[in-house]
């Protein structure tokens, strides 16, 4: 065990890798995560709650008490080498980022990524981090191989705003930049707008996104509305009270449960759709091409969850929808 700065990291060994995902609301079957807790500190990660799995706090010991599975690239390696593997897609980063600081000096997703071009495996990556640029060269390699997606988060190109939600994370800047990099390199990345944050980020600057994330000359655009299970909800609504407590009074009423509102989803559904045709259309005609004359895909809502079952409608009165708070 070694403490770095004010964060513990725990050095863990594993004996298996390779999750499989069994929740229908995930289109993928497998997943793959070499960290648990997060030095990103995101106020509304979701996956602060898998810290109470270990009998730890979905707070300040997620963002302190880092797990490194330091043996997951011989295990992964053995998973994959087994006569019953078909190949099929690997989510990496579905629970922490896989480039969140520590793995500057671990360097595990690197290695799990050779690990699965190894065994010509495709798999597909979710980031809010720039050192993702570091393995330019495997990602390539993937990409004309097996194939490989990335995905950069944003939540906002407010980065006065970003620093409260996100304070472990790289500018908004630097991740735009980073998908343009990552598509010079023949690498099918994009942009995940998520989560969109009800009175904080569902303002004006949300198409704005979408014009920069094409700006930047993203493969694709997705996006998934906030989600609030046990344990992140604490959390979050603790910093809507110190930030902007007069929302709280509309997060009770849109948030009984995990999921917001469907009538909130479909209207940024329609919202962000609308950009993204707009953008697209605006950048080459109906159904641009990009450099090498390929078309450009369509917008694809959130890709890391599967659509919801028909919700009866929400009579409770909303506030309105382009609320965009002065912090």
């Known amino acids: ?41 995101c106020t509304y990660c979701y996956a602060r709650r898998y810290h109470t799995f270990l009998d730890l706090n979905a707070a300040s010991d997620f963002e302190s008490k880092i797990f490194v599975k330091v043996n997951a690239p011989d295990v992964l390696r053995h998973e994959l080498s087994k006569p019953s593997w078909r190949r099929e897609k690997v989510a990496i980063g579905t629970a922490v980022d896989p480039y969140q600081p520590v793995e500057g000096k ?27 640029r570091r393995d330019l060269d495997v990602l390539a390699e993937l ?16 980065e006065a705003l970003a620093k409260r939600l996100e304070p472990g ?6 991740r735009l930049e980073t998908v343009a990099e990552l598509v010079r390199c023949g690498i099918d990345a994009g942009v995940m707008i998520a989560p969109v944050l009800p009175g904080l980020t569902d303002g004006p600057g949300l198409e704005r996104m979408v ?12 996006w998934g509305v906030l989600r609030l299970d046990e344990g992140v909800k604490e959390v979050y609504l603790d910093f809507v009270k110190a930030e902007a407590p007069r929302l709280l009074p509309m997060y009770g009423r849109m948030y009984e449960g995990a999921y917001a509102p469907s009538e909130y989803e479909r209207r940024i559904d329609a919202r962000l759709s609308k950009a993204t045709e707009s953008a697209l259309a605006n950048r080459a005609g109906s159904r641009p091409e990009d450099a090498g ?15 919801q079952a028909a919700q009866s409608p929400v009579r409770r009165p909303l506030l309105p929808l382009q609320l965009q708070l002065d912090f």
């Open 143 to 158: 990409a004309q191989g097996p194939g490989c997606t990335v995905y950069l988060s944003l939540t906002t190109l407010d």
């Open 169 to 174: 994370t790289p500018p908004p800047r630097r």
């Open 1 to 41: 065990m070694a403490r770095v700065a004010s964060h513990e990291i725990v050095e863990i060994r594993c004996k298996s890798l390779l999750n499989r995902v069994t929740s229908q609301r995930m289109p993928f079957r497998w997943s793959i995560n070499p960290y648990r807790g997060c030095l990103h500190r």
């Open 106 to 132: 671990y360097k595990l997703t690197r290695k799990v990524l050779e690990v699965l071009l190894e065994a010509w495996t495709p798999c597909s990556i979710v980031t809010k981090n720039a050192m993702i």
């Open 211 to 222: 014009e920069e994330a094409f700006a930047h000359g993203a493969r694709f655009v997705d």
């Open 293 to 307: 004359g390929r078309l450009l895909p369509k917008a694809r809502k959130d890709p890391l969850r599967a659509p």
